[in-house]
């Protein structure tokens, strides 16, 4: 996956400084930090920018608040696709992007490169989600990691045995046929890549999104024999918690966040990581070249990846911290090692939400499927 995403970042990185003005530094890149301007407005996805009001045992936002003076509000993004929009409006300060969003941004020059001479807490971020293709350019870093973790199997405990492939997920004979739940993105068309890297392997697929036409061809028919069976495609988290917890679905693509809530309100409900590996997230805090309040954005990106704060979100959400020092803060003390943290081969299976383009970033000398077309063929998909 390391490969794959160096070629991501050689390909885009041309586009990249030139949208962002050029010049050495790539973009308008914030040299000292100022006073805070009285407020920041995030897009974030649900469960990253808690102030109370959803358990009032879960809050990280009114300490930073209360320290900065800076005021947050908080968008509340429910894809990928909708947060570039929103950062493209120029409304809003810093974004919480994931992988698949992160390269469109910096290519279209609507996020510059970060000071994390000015962000202390980046100091303590592993390693491993430092400096990386979906996050940096040249050496430059685009904004501070957040946290990550694998897209999962949500399943019904009372509906069977529990799942263990992907396969439950688009066999027409899965035995959750009609309450199956689906993830509403794009994006999705690469959980029907790694389908058919376990169910059809003369197809040759080594990256779900480094797909060639035939293979686009195939993930396409998968996913519209998949919609037979199909009980829900989701986009609001919310959606999908309601469908767990009334029992209308009793498998589907999930997050960690979304099965906590769930199991909450007392859904019947578990979850797990399929066998033959699965797409998943690392998301980055940017800020916008359009910030107008680019101290206290600045200010936000160092709280959140505080140990406290991230430990905080981290075990809200269900996901890895990014701050080594959270593992000693989480209220579970086996949190980072049920979420693999620190260890480098279980994500080694998770193929990190990235953006498709015509240069396959598998390396290959053949044309790929860009992810215009993605959108336009789950478009069509879903008509």
Known sequence: MKKVSALAVALLGVVTLGACGGGDDGGAMLEELGEGEGAVNLVAWAGYVEDGSTDPNVDWVSDFEAETGCEVNVKI????DEMVELMQSGEYDAVSASGDAT???IAGGDV?????????NYADVFEGLKNKPWNSVDGKAYGVPHGRGANLLVYNTEAGAAPSSIVDMFSPDSPYAGKISVYDSPIYIADAAIYLMATQPELGITNPYALDQTQFDAAIAA???????VGQYWALYTDQQAALENGSVTLGTTWQVI?????ANGAKIDSTL?????????????????????NCAYKWLNHIISPKANAGVAEWFGEAPSNAKSCALTADPNHCATFHADDEEYFSKVYYWTTPTKDCLDGRDVECVPYSEWVNAWNKLRA
């Open 112 to 120: 510059v490169p970060v000071n994390t001479d000015l962000i202390p």
């Open 259 to 263: 099965v906590n809530l769930a199991k």
């Open 223 to 229: 996913l519209e024999t998949q919609k037979s069976i």
């Open 274 to 294: 399929h066998d033959e590996g699965a797409t998943g997230w690392s998301d980055t805090w940017m800020v916008s070249s359009k910030a107008k309040h680019p």
């Open 77 to 80: 993004g429910n894809s990928s």
């Open 103 to 105: 390269l469109r941004l």
